[in-house]
C-alpha cells in the first residue's frame, strides 16, 4: 500500500505543506478514539506525534479498505494524507494507513529527545556533586545516582509532559541548566549554604521519573496521578537518607523542606511555602529556567511558521497567555546597510 522508506517528513514541517497535497509519512500514534459526526457517521479521531510535535489526524472513512484496522495506541504507523486547518489548527486528512514494520523507523524519530548530550550533561552533574565539601549532602546524592535503575530514568525522563522541557532527557538538561544557574548565584549571597542549594536542585523533581511514563507519548503514571512527584521525591529520598548513617537530622529535614516547597506557592501544588533561603532560590530559578525554555520554544516555533521579526509570538500558557517578541531578531531592523548599499 505504501512504499517503504526512512521518517524524512516531520510533524514542523507540516505548516508549511499545500493544503490537500498528499504526502507519506511514520507517526507514532498518541490516541485512538472513534466518534461520529453530527450526522451520525462513525470515524477515527487520532493523535499523531513525532519527536517535533503532535498532529490531531482524521479518519474519515475507517471501513475503507486502505486503513488498516490493527493499530492502537503505542503503535508506529505510516500514512498517506494531507494538512488542512480548522478553526487556526493544523489537521491531517488521513486516506492510507498501515502499522510500521521493525527497522522502518528509528523510534528516537518519534518522540521529542533533548538536542544535549546527554553523556555531556551526566557528567556535568557528576562534576557538580564531586565539587561538595559536605560529606552527608555529597554521599546522599551519590548513593541515589548509583542506583542503575534510577539513574537511567534521570537520564531518559522528560522534565513535564508538555509545560516545558517536555522532551526525552529534559529533566536532566534542566536540572543541569539550573545547578548552572543556582552555582552563579550562591556565592552572590553569602547567607545561602551552597551544597543544599545545589542538592535541592538535583532532587527537586526527582519524583517525575516515577510520575511520568515515556514509552508513548510523555503521560502521568496512576501513581503519578495519585500522588504527585513532590509527594513520591520526597519518599524516594527520605528512605535514601535513612538509610545513610549518622545522616544529620536537621540537614534530613532541609533537604526534605527543598522537595516540598519549590513550587514556591500552595496553588501551584507546594505543600509548604519555602521557608529558608535556599528553597527560596531553588523556586525563583527552577521558575526563571522553565519560563525562558518555554520562550525559547515559541521563538522556534514563530521561526518554523515563517513569522517575521515584526510579529509576535502565539500566546503562552505559562506566561500567562502572553505574547512575547524576539528582541534579538527585532532589533536587528535597526542594522543600517553599507556605505553605498540601498539594502
Request: with cysteine.
Amino acid at each position: 500500500m505504501l512504499s517503504r522508506s526512512m521518517k524524512d517528513i516531520y510533524i514542523a514541517d507540516l505548516a508549511g505543506f499545500e493544503e490537500s497535497k498528499n504526502f507519506d509519512a511514520f507517526f507514532l500514534v498518541l490516541h485512538k478514539q472513534q466518534r461520529t459526526t453530527k450526522t451520525n457517521k462513525p470515524y477515527l479521531n487520532l493523535i499523531l506525534g513525532d519527536k517535533t510535535g503532535q498532529v490531531e489526524g482524521r479518519v474519515w472513512d475507517p471501513g475503507d479498505s486502505r486503513i488498516a484496522k490493527d493499530f492502537e495506541r503505542g503503535d508506529i504507523v505510516k500514512v498517506r494524507g494531507c494538512v488542512s486547518r480548522f478553526d487556526d489548527r493544523l489537521q491531517m486528512k488521513v486516506e492510507h494507513l498501515r502499522k510500521g514494520v521493525a527497522g522502518e523507523v528509528e523510534k528516537g524519530d518519534l518522540l521529542p529527545c533533548t538536542t544535549c548530550d546527554v553523556d555531556e550533561l551526566w557528567h556535568k552533574l557528576l562534576e557538580f556533586v564531586e565539587s561538595f565539601t559536605d560529606p552527608h549532602l555529597k554521599l546522599l546524592l551519590n548513593t541515589l545516582l548509583a542506583d542503575a535503575g534510577l539513574a537511567q530514568a534521570y537520564r531518559e525522563a522528560p522534565a513535564a509532559k508538555q509545560l516545558h522541557h517536555a522532551w526525552l532527557g529534559g529533566l536532566l538538561e534542566h536540572v543541569v541548566s539550573l545547578l548552572t544557574l543556582a552555582d552563579r548565584v550562591a556565592p552572590h549571597y553569602p547567607i545561602l549554604h551552597r551544597d543544599l542549594l545545589l542538592t535541592g536542585v538535583v532532587l527537586h523533581d526527582i519524583g517525575k521519573v516515577r510520575e511520568l511514563a515515556w514509552e508513548i507519548g510523555f503521560e502521568y503514571t496512576v501513581e503519578g496521578v495519585l500522588l504527585g512527584h513532590i509527594q513520591m521525591g520526597m519518599e524516594l529520598v527520605e528512605n535514601t537518607i535513612d538509610s545513610l548513617p549518622d545522616f544529620p537530622p536537621r540537614l534530613k529535614t532541609l533537604v526534605l523542606h527543598m522537595i516540598l516547597s519549590h513550587h514556591g506557592k500552595l496553588e501551584f501544588g507546594s505543600p509548604k511555602l519555602p521557608m529558608i533561603p535556599e528553597a527560596l532560590v531553588l523556586n525563583f530559578v527552577d521558575d526563571l529556567d522553565a519560563k525562558m525554555q518555554a520562550v525559547a520554544s515559541e521563538f522556534e516555533k514563530s521561526t518554523r511558521e515563517g513569522k517575521g521579526a515584526d510579529e509576535l509570538t502565539g500566546r503562552i500558557w505559562a506566561l500567562d497567555q502572553r505574547q512575547m517578541l524576539n528582541t534579538r531578531e527585532w532589533l536587528k531592523g535597526d542594522a543600517k546597510p553599507e556605505p553605498g548599499k540601498l539594502f
